[in-house]
């Protein structure tokens, strides 16, 4: 009979056996432990087991007599986080047996393994064990219940009654479980509502909390946006303006003023969140993405100008993507390739190669920069192509004049184990028409249907018509105008009116144009058009005529608007505008110009 181990020997040895240890050292103590005969203290073997894999593990726990739960414990954790998730609930089997009373971190570990086996049933039945052993009120054990009845169970009735028995709802990743269940299962009201409650109970969302309600508004419509817009101001109206949580309902308002439209509404919300608040990315986000979506580019870089200046606060990749767009919306390259380059050493690892988003922002920009080399390089460089991704390189292909290089890319989508979809045969169509490639566009848009099972829409019909009209198939493109199952719309007269006046054929290019008028009479690019081609006749009486009628109708000209990047900066100009605070240099330079050119030219 060996003699009992003294304590400061097995306090020493537990020390020991804290923190990583490498294999060899632990094989080193492990031995020493098993020499002096300190293997069956509970302590010691706990700590064992959470160094060695599943199988050790178990060896380990098996040769103990007289386990206490701790050792139970640690052997349920090492299984559940290896997915063996029945090998877990044997051995939790095996401490009933014992009459040992499981503890909090028992259920947590046992919840773990619920992760990998996705069954209701034994869910269910640790639920019962949870409230048999008196721990349907410990807000962790709770809290990990109501995770797995929402992300493995899919139950949100039962998770909605785990919550609302809680009595202790104060760790907001319970609310944040629950809100994020809702937005994935598309119930807005929800998710809207726990927000408001939340905030009630003076808690302050986490930023996973915000990306779960931001992605359930994403899906809001115009007329829900409106209802909600008036219920959060309500809201704000009503609650202490000292509530931190308000910063997270005027964050919610500026994403939805933004879906709106109403970009001065969205910085008016923006500039009511306190300095506390906007030490999250969140806001920053919502608010770069307004004005990126609204047409904003400028307003959009400025505003990542200012949260790059505030160092509490580091982009992530959703704001990337948004000062991606926007550089891609002005063509601003520099600005571009500074993010990438952020990105390449200051992103997380990994970012560039296997973050899709992050690739297709960065394909996208450079394609509509005209940087097609690092547009193809990004996208050589991505680890996991989506179709969302290939559509992008395939768009870019078009927009660049490399209609048969999109076309090579479009023939690899299905080697690559990817289904073509709508946005696919709409890049695939559009390199077409803009790379003159009559042939391979009627195939493609004749076999989206018959091929692929993605039946054309409106958008696919405007390029295919665009693509006739080019080459000069006007009649084969009006035939499939009228035969098409939707009412043309101004994208459909446009393209038909640019092939009618491409190919000089005036009297039809008339016709088109009051067709063009009556779906969209406020859009002046149909009159400009008719206009300039009967300059080019020297129609002039007809030229007047169609000025007088935009004139009478209130039609005006959009202005035309362009930038250019010197030296970081992004200059904007606006055709008849005064407003760069250069402008008379710029006038000066031009008159000096004008001034050289007449003595060069005579």
């Not at 927009?399 to 709508?422: I, M, T, W, Y």
Request: glycine residues 6%.
């Amino acid at each position: 009979m060996s003699l009992p181990i003294q304590p400061f020997r097995i306090t020493s040895l537990s020390h020991l056996l804290q923190g990583r240890i490498f294999h060899s050292h632990l094989l080193q103590i492990h031995a020493y432990i098993l020499r002096v005969g300190a293997h069956q203290d509970n302590l010691i073997a706990t700590r064992l087991i959470g160094h060695y894999s599943p199988q050790f593990a178990l060896q380990v726990f098996n040769q103990l007599e007289a386990p206490n739960v701790f050792p139970f414990n640690a052997v349920i954790r090492v299984l559940a986080e290896a997915g063996l998730s029945s090998d877990a609930f044997s051995v939790f089997n095996r401490l009933k047996l014992r009459s040992l009373s499981p503890n909090g971190l028992t259920f947590s570990f046992l919840l773990k393994a619920c992760f990998r086996t996705n069954d209701a049933h034994c869910v269910e039945q640790i639920h019962a064990h949870i409230l048999k052993a008196g721990f349907a009120h410990d807000c962790f054990v709770c809290n990990g219940l109501l995770a797995v009845y929402v992300r493995a169970v899919e139950d949100l009735v039962l998770a909605r009654k785990v919550f609302d028995e809680m009595r202790d709802r104060s760790m907001v990743c319970c609310w944040t479980s629950l809100i994020s269940g809702y937005a994935r299962a598309g119930k807005l009201e929800e998710v809207l509502r726990l927000l408001l409650s939340m905030v009630k109970e003076s808690l302050r969302p986490e930023d996973d909390t915000m990306i779960s309600v931001l992605s359930a508004c994403s899906n809001l419509e115009i007329v829900e946006v409106e209802k909600w817009v008036r219920i959060l101001q309500e809201f704000n109206d009503e609650v202490d303006s000292q509530n931190l949580g308000l910063d997270w309902v005027n964050t919610i308002l500026v994403y939805l003023y933004g879906k709106w439209g109403k970009i001065d509404r969205s910085r008016e919300r923006f500039d009511e969140i306190s300095d506390s608040g906007k030490r999250s990315v969140v806001p920053w986000n919502a608010m770069i993405n307004t004005y990126a979506q609204n047409a904003s580019p400028l307003e959009a870089l400025s505003l990542f100008d200012l949260m790059m200046e505030n160092h509490s606060c580091r982009p992530n990749h959703i704001t990337v993507v948004s000062v991606l767009s926007a550089c891609a919306q002005i063509g601003d390259l520099d600005r571009g390739i500074w993010v990438h380059e952020y990105l390449k050493s200051e992103g997380r690892k990994g970012i560039l190669t296997f973050n899709k988003n992050v690739g297709t922002a960065l394909i996208d920009m450079y394609s509509k920069c005209g940087s097609l080399a690092k547009a193809k390089e990004v996208f050589d460089q991505m680890v996991n192509k989506d179709v969302v991704s290939i559509n992008a390189m395939i768009m870019g292909l078009a927009v660049n004049g490399k209609g048969e290089d999109a076309l090579r890319l479009f023939s690899k989508v299905q080697e690559l184990g990817l289904h073509p979809n709508a946005g696919t045969f709409l890049g695939v169509l559009w390199a077409c028409s803009h790379s003159g490639l009559l042939e391979n566009g009627r195939e493609i848009f004749l076999g989206m249907s018959q091929s692929f099972s993605v039946p054309p829409k409106l958008e696919h019909y405007a390029c295919y018509i665009d693509l006739l009209s080019r080459m000069g198939q006007v009649e084969e493109a009006i035939e499939v105008v009228n035969n098409m199952p939707f009412e043309p719309n101004d994208f459909v007269w446009g393209a038909l009116l640019g092939g009618c006046l491409l190919h000089n054929r005036l009297e039809l290019a008339h016709h088109i144009s009051s067709m063009l008028v009556n779906v969209d009479p406020q859009n002046s690019a149909g009159y400009v058009m008719l206009s300039n081609a009967c300059a080019v006749d020297c129609r002039w009486i007809d030229v007047s005529g169609l000025r007088l009628f935009m004139r009478e109708k209130g039609v005006r000209k959009q202005p035309g608007r362009s930038w250019i990047s010197i030296k970081g900066i992004v200059h904007e100009f606006l055709v008849g505008s005064l407003s760069h605070p250069q402008i008379d240099s710029i006038h000066c330079t031009l008159c000096g110009l004008v001034k050289e050119m007449k003595l060069v030219i005579p």
